[in-house]
Nanobody, 126 residues
């Protein structure tokens, strides 16, 4: 099993920045990808960014490319999501997720992730 705990959410004005953290524990040795997803009220959960655990390859949704940066601290089993130039449409609950299935490409679909954190609220005011 893998346990994930997100932190760092909050209220910020448009144009501001936040950094989310996702701390992983448990059977972290088998993690292949860590992803960030978000879910706004009334909308489906959508992919935001992902990082491969071994070589830190990254992949982003078009809506956040150039504004968000995903990174990982291997020693601390922690993944970060640096969010800059935030917009009101970025308002959502942000979830991190872990994928322990061996893959040749980064996982970007919800069903590819078997472990999820509890989520952290990000609210961007206009």
């Amino acid at each position: 099993q893998v346990q994930l705990v997100e932190s760092g959410g909050g209220l910020v004005q448009a144009g501001g920045s936040l950094r989310l953290s996702c701390a992983a524990s448990g059977r972290t040795f088998g993690i292949y990808n860590i992803g960030w997803f978000r879910q706004a009220p009334g909308k489906e959960r959508e992919f935001v960014a992902a990082i491969t655990w071994s070589d830190a390859g990254t992949y982003y949704a078009d809506s956040v490319k150039g504004r968000f940066t995903i990174s990982r601290n291997y020693a601390k089993n922690t993944v970060y999501l640096q969010m800059n130039s935030l917009k009101p449409e970025d308002t959502a609950v942000y979830y991190c997720a872990a994928d322990r299935t061996p893959r040749t490409v980064v996982a970007v679909l919800r069903y590819e992730y078997g472990y999820w954190g509890q989520g952290t609220q990000v609210t961007v005011s206009s």
